[in-house]
């Protein structure tokens, strides 16, 4: 589905005025005043996010939320419908529901063939973080990896010249056995640790691993953290109603780096994971 730049704006602004009336959206004008902000992905909400940009920005801040990260609308099917929206269009619906957008991210292809313009859109934004969602690679030896993160660390040279942080997130593929060592343990072992930051993705407690763990085992080596809970028997829950021990997770990311918390989840975990949060955090 194509749709064009008016036409998308006067929507998104119709939708925003609608979310005007939500009781949820009157509530959220202390959140400037937040101590510890915290962010979503857009990900999981992505047909909510290319229908009406403006309105679903202002429904996620009426639930608690600060700060957002994007998928590249170029590079992501899913996000097509934005890529004809002005980047400065996008940054003004954000800020307009009192959001920031710090991170958003980018294909390694489209870091790879055009650079360039994602460099743009991440100016444009005001972001400060350029997270690839994986390495892209075939994936056969620990040494195709080990290739994939020469690749990265170049990238993220040129990314730090334009003022720009570099990071990689995970998914569970990565924390598998290859000719016999941890495939995440190997890309951390390959990349540079001055310019290429790790994205941590919590759902690989479904697989027995604990962000905590690795913060503690690799300090200031993470820049984010995609956040998501999970019962014993791997069922998706609000964060703080599942296995995960949030208390122990945040103190230890400290020691890990990590600068901004990002939700990753159905929609209807959304509210009662940020009131989690900043209950916990304060």
């Not at 005025?17 to 101590?35: I, Q, S, T, Y």
Request: proline share 4%; net charge positive; with cysteine.
């Amino acid at each position: 589905m194509k749709m064009n730049r008016r036409k998308f704006i006067s929507q998104s602004t119709m939708g925003a005025g609608a979310m005007l009336l939500l009781p949820e959206f009157l509530k959220a004008d202390g959140r400037a005043k937040v101590k510890h902000p915290i962010g979503f992905q857009t990900y999981p909400i992505r047909d909510m996010v290319t229908r009406d940009f403006a309105g679903t920005m202002k429904t996620m801040a009426g639930m608690g939320y600060q700060y957002t990260e994007m998928c590249y609308p170029a590079g992501y099917d899913d996000f097509k419908p934005l890529a004809s929206v002005k980047a400065s269009d996008l940054k003004k619906m954000i800020e307009d529901a009192g959001l920031k957008c710090p991170s958003c991210h980018f294909g390694m292809n489209n870091l790879k063939n055009n650079f360039g313009d994602c460099i743009e859109f991440a100016h444009a934004l005001g972001m400060t973080q350029v997270v690839t969602p994986g390495l892209e690679t075939p994936g056969k030896t620990i040494d195709d990896f080990k290739k994939a993160c020469g690749e990265l660390n170049a990238i993220a040279a040129k990314a730090k010249s334009e003022g720009l942080a570099t990071g990689l997130h995970n998914h569970e593929g990565e924390f598998k056995m290859l000719d016999g060592e941890l495939i995440y343990d190997a890309i951390l072992g390959a990349l540079d640790a001055g310019l290429v930051k790790m994205q941590f993705q919590t759902e690989v407690i479904k697989l027995g691993y604990k962000g905590s763990d690795y913060f503690k085992k690799y300090p200031g080596r993470f820049i984010s953290a995609h956040l998501s809970d999970w019962t014993a028997d791997k069922k998706q829950v609000p964060v703080g109603q599942g296995v995960i021990d949030w208390k122990e997770f945040f103190a230890a990311a400290k020691t890990g780096g990590v600068k901004n918390f990002f939700v990753e989840m159905n929609f209807d975990t959304y509210k009662d994971s940020a009131s989690y949060i900043h209950g916990l955090l304060g």
